[in-house]
């Protein structure tokens, strides 16, 4: 019911006072309602539920928080790497991903 | 697609379960609130990879598992009517009432209709002028922003044939009274990450101080509830309770103002029943006084029906996290998404139909030992 899905906003025009945007979810596109949205832009990923968009999607924030957990993924498979965590680990008072993983950098 | 196929990466899935491993040295019980992480925990058998110190157990956050007996009653009532057209989510057309549910009314030749967005119901207003269009307004905060837009752009057009049935919860007043309960068990949560878009999370800090509990706002792939996971672990095993933001990426701390501002406008909170949990002061939302001519319970004087629910299932101890939904003798037998005795068991959403579809019943033998 809370179901939100992440789409990319292509297209935006004006129905009366209605803002409404075109987003496309793959390789299908909807009509979108943006009033709660009115910072989003052509080219944006905003959130949709129920057919409005709910939130815009925080590109840097997203860059920044999966660079992270791709070092994660990395670290399975580097040893040097892993040596490199623990010893940052045990510096580290931070216990969230993102403290651990600024403390290997 | 982007936002959600890096999301679902084994390798980091993985790596992120390993984490979890190497920080537990106890047992710990786990709530996530929503009913739509539920099913990617068990979609992806996420219980099952992490390690066994980590129990999770399900909340109490899927409306349609939620909405009381008696707001399906008073819909069945208005369906049946031959001037109205009942537009609703998908998902409570078999949620059963103390007699029928609305796919009975259906078939009996009631008008009743499918909607993906409340503005559908609003179109098919304008579109019948001689139709009452009544548009079942159900969910948690997620979807307030978008059935208060309903109610308001129907008042701005003028719209005379237009009402909503309303039947909205609240999350933080269910997690206070899951957490005062005696025979709570849960001691970390995974807050709901499109709930909290919506209204941020500031509110739950007040939460984490009063119950020394760890909340973290998570989102709904495998990975980010995995890295909520090792969030609430760490803080668990370090003794701390504050509230952290796992899905950043849509959620702040103040949510969204456009969204919230609708809400004050055009609802205010009111007591709610919880189908299995019982009268929550301050729990939902009702239209305000001003929409009251969009209001169906006003306009079909239906305010005062109420119904008892029936004690066949043990919905109410799933909805509490205090049971499994295998935990119940009718699970699987007398208790199918076919031919459901209680609402977890009608949603995709509930915790008793993820378990259903996702085929944890073949484990009965090792879950219940």
């Known amino acids: ?105 | 697609m982007r936002y959600i196929d890096e999301y679902r990466d084994p390798k980091i899935a993985q790596a992120l379960v390993d984490k979890i491993r190497e920080r537990v040295t106890r047992p710990w019980v786990l709530m996530e609130i929503c009913g739509g992480q539920t099913h990617t925990l068990m979609r992806y058998g996420i219980d099952e990879l992490i390690p066994k110190q980590v129990e999770l157990v399900h909340g109490p956050g899927c409306p349609v598992c939620v909405t009381p007996i008696e707001i399906v009653d008073k819909a069945v009532e208005i369906a049946s009517r031959p001037d109205v057209t009942f537009v609703s989510y998908g998902d409570m057309l078999r949620v059963p009432g103390s007699k029928a549910d609305l796919f009975h009314v259906k078939a009996q030749g009631a008008d009743v209709r499918i909607a993906y967005s409340p503005m559908e119901a609003v179109k098919i207003a304008r579109a019948n002028p001689s139709r009452r269009v009544v548009f079942f307004a159900i969910g948690f905060e997620t979807t307030a922003p978008a059935n208060a837009m309903a109610a308001w752009k129907a008042r701005e057009e003028g719209l005379t044939n237009f009402s909503e049935l309303v039947s909205h919860v609240l999350v933080p007043p269910a997690i206070r009274l899951l957490l005062n309960s005696p025979d709570n068990r849960v001691q970390g949560f995974i807050a709901p990450g499109h709930v909290c878009t919506v209204m941020g999370y500031w509110e739950y800090k007040a939460l984490a101080d009063e119950f020394h509990v760890p909340i973290v706002v998570g989102g709904f792939e495998p990975v980010d509830l995995l890295e909520a996971i090792w969030m609430l672990v760490a803080q668990l095993e370090e003794g701390r309770a504050e509230v952290e933001n796992q899905y950043a990426r849509t959620v702040t701390s103040e949510g969204n103002q456009p969204a919230q501002r609708i809400i004050e406008q055009v609802f205010e909170v009111a007591d709610r029943k919880w189908r299995g949990i019982g009268s929550i002061p301050s729990s939902g939302l009702r239209l305000r006084p001003e929409f009251a001519a969009f209001d169906a319970e006003k306009i079909f004087g239906l305010e005062t029906l109420s119904a008892e629910e029936p004690a066949d299932c043990i919905s109410a101890q799933v909805l509490k996290g205090l049971k499994k939904p295998v935990d119940c003798p009718a699970f699987g037998a007398g208790c199918t998404p076919e031919h459901p005795l209680g609402a977890p068991m009608v949603s995709a959403e509930g915790a008793c139909a993820a378990y259903y579809q996702y085929r944890r019943h073949t484990n009965l033998v090792s879950c219940s030992l």
């Open chain 1, 1 to 105: 019911m809370c179901l939100a899905v992440p789409g990319k906003l292509v297209e935006t025009e004006l129905i009366g006072e209605n803002r409404v945007g075109t987003v496309q979810f793959g390789g299908i596109k909807r009509s979108v309602f943006l009033d709660f949205v009115p910072e989003a832009e052509v080219g944006d990923y905003v959130l949709v539920h129920v057919g409005f968009a709910i939130s815009r999607l925080d590109e840097e924030e997203a860059q920044r928080t999966y660079q992270l957990l791709e070092r994660i993924g990395m670290l399975e498979t580097d040893p040097e790497l892993e040596a490199q965590e623990s010893q940052a680990k045990t510096e580290a008072r931070t216990p969230s991903l993102a403290g651990t993983l600024d403390a290997i950098h």
